[in-house]
């Protein structure tokens, strides 16, 4: 079954503590990207890749950072200066470049900052 | 820039009845694609249907279907004969060539029985 795994389910962290979101796809997709949702909002661009080895900041990078090292794989850290981490974060992959092509969506993972 | 609105915060409909969940957007751009998702409480996005920029008629995907009015710039959501599993967020985004993807504030739709 292709899909898109993100684990875990539900996460928590002290202040302070930095902490690695998991995302992995098995869609042979080249561009992958990471999203933050608040409470009935809707979904902010945190970063994006769209092929090994390079990644591109979207609208609220600052106080995240990723890394690409393998097509299946897109991790996501929420480091220490994220002032306001505690949100739900969707991860996605969809082929590269054509406007036609939608975007798969993992089913989320839901960090608290305690 | 916004390029993505749904001005209805929530919408309410009666089960089986039709409601349009209503989008505009922006762009300059010739080729782009819409899609709708819809997002249920567990979080999880579902993709519901798709309208290319240069697609003649309006996208149909079941009890699904999208409004364009490329000239207007909206690409309406209409759901016919509302289900009380319909109730979700709803989004509408934009896709333009070699771009990311971006998304509306979303619609919060309650069907009621």
């Known amino acids: 079954d292709g899909g898109i795994t993100q684990s875990p389910k539900y996460l928590f962290r002290k202040e302070g503590q930095n902490v690695t979101l998991s995302c992995e796809q098995n869609l042979n997709h080249d561009a992958m990207y990471w999203y933050r949702q608040d409470p009935g909002q809707g979904l902010r661009l945190i970063y994006y890749?769209?092929?090994?080895?390079?990644?591109q900041k979207g609208d609220i990078a600052e106080g995240y950072s990723v890394s690409r090292e393998k097509k299946e794989s897109f991790p996501l850290t929420v480091t220490s200066a994220q002032k306001n981490p505690t949100a739900f974060y969707l991860c996605?992959?969809?082929?590269?470049?054509?406007?036609?092509?939608?975007?798969?969506f993992g089913p989320g993972t839901r960090l608290t900052v305690l | 820039a916004q390029k993505i609105t749904q001005t209805q915060p929530g919408m309410f409909v009666q089960e089986k009845e039709a409601v349009t969940l209503d989008c505009t957007y922006d762009?300059?751009?010739?080729?782009?694609?819409l899609f709708w998702y819809k997002q249920p409480s567990s979080g999880e996005m579902i993709f519901l249907i798709y309208q290319g920029s240069y697609d003649e008629q309006n996208a149909t995907e079941g009890r699904y279907s999208l409004n364009f009015q490329k000239a207007r710039k909206s690409a309406n959501l209409v759901i016919s004969a509302s289900q009380l599993g319909d109730s979700a967020m709803y989004f509408c985004?934009?896709?333009?060539?070699?771009?990311?993807?971006?998304f509306g504030a979303g619609t919060r739709l309650t069907v009621k029985p």
């Open positions: 985004a934009m896709r333009e060539w070699n771009n990311d993807m971006r």
């Open positions: 890749s769209q092929i090994v080895n390079d990644f």
């Open positions: 762009t300059s751009d010739q080729s782009y694609g």
């Open positions: 996605a992959s969809s082929i590269r470049g054509a406007s036609y092509n939608e975007q798969f």
